[in-house]
């Protein structure tokens, strides 16, 4: 059984930074895309960043770049999401997503992911 477990989200001001992780159990980090995707309330769920695991090639979502990294540490079978200066707009619940080898897809497109985990929210005061 596959499970995805995210934390690190939390309560923070506007310019302050987080570090989001997922534990992935059951999920061997192999030739497969691992993702994050934010929801906030009323509007549709967005795919930030993606990465490889087999190269650590990544994608951003250009509303992130520079804002947002993810990665990647095997060893732990966790992939992180560094948050640097957060804006009221990045409030949402963030999700962790994974891909089994051989799907293929747009990498920040959920289409392509069929292991989600349960979340984790981010706040974001000014």
């Known amino acids: 059984q596959v499970l995805l477990v995210e934390s690190g989200g939390g309560s923070v001001q506007a310019g302050g930074s987080l570090r989001l992780s997922c534990v992935a159990s059951g999920f061997t980090f192999s030739r497969n895309w691992m993702a994050w995707f934010r929801q906030a309330p009323g509007k549709e769920r967005e795919g930030v960043a993606a990465i490889f695991t087999e190269t650590s090639g990544t994608a951003h979502a250009d509303s992130v770049k520079g804002r947002f990294t993810i990665s990647q540490d095997k060893t732990k079978s966790t992939v992180y999401l560094q948050i640097n200066n957060l804006k009221p707009g990045d409030t949402a619940m963030y999700y962790c997503?994974?891909?089994?080898?051989?799907?293929?897809?747009?990498?920040?497109?959920?289409?392509?992911?069929?292991?989600w985990g349960q979340g984790t929210q981010v706040t974001v005061s000014s």
């Open positions: 997503a994974a891909a089994s080898v051989g799907r293929t897809g747009l990498a920040l497109r959920a289409e392509l992911y069929n292991y």
